[in-house]
């Protein structure tokens, strides 16, 4: 009873923990649900559903430890309300195996769906959570995630998941050294061989087209100087000495991270003019992130990205569409959860924009390349990005501030939808943070350039980073289809268990009625 309620699930909480930044040991993943699987064997489904829950529970608190820093509470209840998806695939997966007298293919397949259909749910639910997706612990090992261009980061999640169902397919609870039946293994390695192919000739697949040279501004401006009045002038000056420097490499564009302009860029005539004056001297186009505000009735405020032309013209501007909740807003901020706004004086609630913008720039060889931006944790959900490419963008940048989170595992974290965003629409994607990570990565998934010091670190340090990028794109499924593969599983598991209750509820009815009779 102990091992099952505690050992086990605490195992698999610490191997899935392990799986991600900052311990990295991607590996762990292919087995960290093998102790939580064993556990829910057999068990009555709110025996499974706590099981479940607590490995949920304890991978959440100690995989986004770094929300505390913003507040305590934060990922208290952030953890607790996460932990529900793991009881509910606990829940799901003692179902199924109520089908089946012993382990088969089907249910590794079906379990696989059910776990996809529940992360698409946690992406989804209350504006949507999708951190820390199972799949998104391979984001370096890139022959594997190569197959998101078709099924996504869900795709890259089954195929984890399948193998953990499989490998413990014969493990009993009193673990003896059982191992899978052969055709289980060989299955196995079928499929990882097909993928492993698949991804590594995807992997060296190449593009033609201009290169684009864009240089990337990491500030590494503290948090706690961030909003103060008396560092704004400092702050600029930063800013404008790294983009000096920077535009020495003649660079097509440059990119500064999220909100770097200490303050409003349209209104503020002073900030303003020093800003497009540095464009015009560096005779480079300037991505900036900055807050605006309009006043049609009332004030309202954006999260934005504006682009500043090479003659010192603001040429384009993106107001962030996904904002966070409790954060940038709070929901029902207005009525049942005000009292939240009062306590912790979040004054004024951001405004989501509306529109796709998509910028556009000339190359020095004469041409115009396209992109759009993603700000802040925009890049983890996939609809955006991919939306952004199927209106134009022959690249992504996303500029971001993780500065809140201190030096923990969060800006490591946040490079790995990143990396599947690139993969899933065979774009470049350019990351600019204000105190790190920031880097460049190709269509295969792959980092091609980081701003880093001398040690190596790549966090909380000052400096820039150049690269050329080739913008070459391929259609992909997935750019076409979107999450098609996460639905299917969906379909896939209703429709089986919608089979197996009609079945149970008919199988009952007949033995009612022999009892009648009787």
Same mark, same amino acid.
């Given at each position: 009873?102990?091992?099952?309620?505690v050992?086990?699930p605490?195992?698999?909480?610490?191997l899935?923990?392990?799986s991600?930044?900052a311990?990295?040991?991607s590996?762990?993943?292919?087995?960290?649900l093998?102790?939580?699987l064993?556990a829910i064997?057999?068990?009555?489904p709110?025996?499974?559903?706590?099981?479940?829950?607590i490995?949920? %529970?304890?991978?959440?608190?100690?995989?986004?430890?770094?929300?505390g820093?913003v507040a305590?509470?934060?990922v208290?209840?952030l953890?607790f309300?996460?932990a529900f998806?793991?009881?509910?695939?606990a829940?799901?997966?003692d179902?199924l195996?109520?089908?089946f007298?012993?382990?088969?293919?089907r249910f590794?397949? %079906?379990?696989?769906?059910?776990?996809v259909?529940?992360?698409l749910?946690r992406?989804?639910?209350?504006?949507?959570?999708?951190w820390?997706?199972?799949?998104?612990?391979q984001?370096d090992?890139l022959?594997?995630?190569q197959?998101?261009?078709?099924?996504?980061a869900?795709?890259v999640?089954?195929?984890v998941?399948?193998?953990n169902?499989l490998i413990?397919?014969?493990?009993?609870?009193?673990?003896?050294?059982y191992?899978p039946?052969?055709?289980?293994?060989?299955?196995?390695?079928?499929v990882?061989?097909?993928?492993a192919?698949?991804?590594?000739?995807?992997v060296?697949?190449?593009?033609?087209g201009?290169p684009?040279k864009?240089?990337v501004i990491?500030?590494n401006?503290?948090?706690s100087?961030k909003?103060d009045?008396?560092y704004a002038n400092?702050?600029?000056?930063?800013?404008i000495d790294?983009?000096?420097?920077?535009a020495?490499?003649?660079?097509?564009?440059i990119i500064?991270p999220e909100?770097?302009?200490?303050g409003?860029l349209?209104t503020?005539?002073?900030l303003r003019?020093?800003i497009?004056?540095l464009a015009?001297?560096?005779n480079?186009?300037?991505?900036v992130?900055t807050?605006?505000?309009?006043?049609p009735?009332?004030?309202?405020?954006?999260n934005?990205a504006?682009?500043i032309s090479?003659?010192g013209?603001i040429v384009g501007?993106y107001?962030?569409?996904?904002?966070v909740?409790?954060g940038e807003?709070?929901?029902?901020?207005?009525?049942f959860?005000s009292?939240?706004k009062?306590?912790?004086?979040?004054?004024?609630?951001?405004?989501p924009?509306?529109d796709?913008t998509i910028?556009e720039?000339?190359?020095?060889?004469g041409?115009?390349?396209?992109?759009?931006v993603?700000?802040?944790f925009?890049?983890?959900?996939?609809?955006l990005?991919r939306n952004?490419?199927r209106?134009?963008a022959?690249?992504?940048?996303?500029?971001?501030?993780d500065a809140?989170?201190m030096k923990?595992?969060a800006?490591?974290?946040?490079?790995?939808?990143?990396?599947?965003r690139a993969?899933?629409?065979?774009?470049n994607?350019?990351?600019?943070?204000n105190t790190g990570?920031s880097c460049?990565?190709?269509?295969?998934?792959?980092i091609?350039?980081?701003?880093?010091?001398?040690?190596?670190e790549?966090?909380?340090?000052t400096?820039f980073?150049?690269?050329n990028?080739?913008?070459g794109?391929?259609?992909t499924l997935?750019l076409?289809y979107?999450?098609a593969f996460?639905?299917?599983?969906v379909w896939?598991?209703?429709f089986?268990?919608?089979?197996y209750?009609?079945?149970?509820?008919?199988?009952s009815?007949?033995?009612?009625r022999?009892?009648?009779?009787?």
């Open positions: 009873m102990l091992r099952r309620l050992f086990l605490l195992l698999s909480a610490l899935l923990t392990l991600y930044p311990f990295d040991f590996y762990l993943a292919w087995f960290a093998i102790p939580m064993i064997r057999g068990e009555k709110w025996q499974a559903f706590f099981t479940g829950y490995t949920g %529970l304890l991978f959440f608190a100690a995989t986004l430890y770094w929300v820093y305590i509470i934060g208290v209840v953890a309300y996460l998806f793991f009881g509910i695939f829940v799901g997966v179902i195996a109520m089908q007298e012993k382990p088969r293919i590794a397949v %079906l379990v696989s769906c059910l776990w259909a529940v992360e749910l992406s989804h639910l209350f504006t949507g959570f999708g820390a997706l199972l799949g998104h612990t984001w090992t022959p594997i995630i197959i998101a261009d078709v099924a996504g869900y795709g999640s089954f195929l998941v399948f193998t169902v413990s397919s014969k493990i009993k609870k009193k673990i003896k050294g191992m039946e052969p055709r289980y293994l060989a299955l196995l390695v079928i990882l061989i097909v993928v192919i698949y991804g590594y000739y995807k060296d697949q190449k593009f033609d201009e684009v864009i240089s990491q500030g401006i503290p948090q100087e909003w009045e008396k400092e702050i600029l000056d930063k800013y790294l983009t000096k420097e920077a020495k490499d003649k660079p097509d564009l500064w909100t770097s302009v200490p409003f349209e503020d005539q002073f003019g020093k497009t004056t015009k001297e560096v480079t186009y300037i991505l992130g807050q605006t505000e309009r006043v009735q009332k004030v309202r405020y954006f934005s504006a682009l090479n003659k013209e501007r107001d962030k569409m996904h904002l909740p409790f807003y709070v929901p029902l901020g207005n009525g959860l009292f939240i009062q306590r912790y004086d979040m004054g004024e609630d951001y405004t924009g509306k796709y910028f720039i000339p190359t020095q060889k041409g115009r390349v396209k992109f759009g993603l700000i802040c925009e890049d983890v959900f996939p609809e990005s952004f490419v209106s134009g022959d690249f992504l940048v996303v500029i971001t501030n809140w989170y923990t595992a800006p490591f974290q946040h490079v790995q939808p990143s990396v599947f993969v899933e629409d065979r774009v994607v350019v990351r600019c943070a990570y460049f990565i190709d269509q295969s998934g792959k091609i350039q980081e701003v880093k010091d001398f040690k190596g790549k966090i909380f340090v400096g980073a150049t690269a990028i080739i913008p794109k391929a259609g997935y076409e979107g999450d996460a639905r299917l599983c896939v598991i209703l089986d268990l919608t089979l209750f009609i079945y149970n509820y008919v199988k009815s007949r033995q009612r022999k009892n009648w009779k009787k």
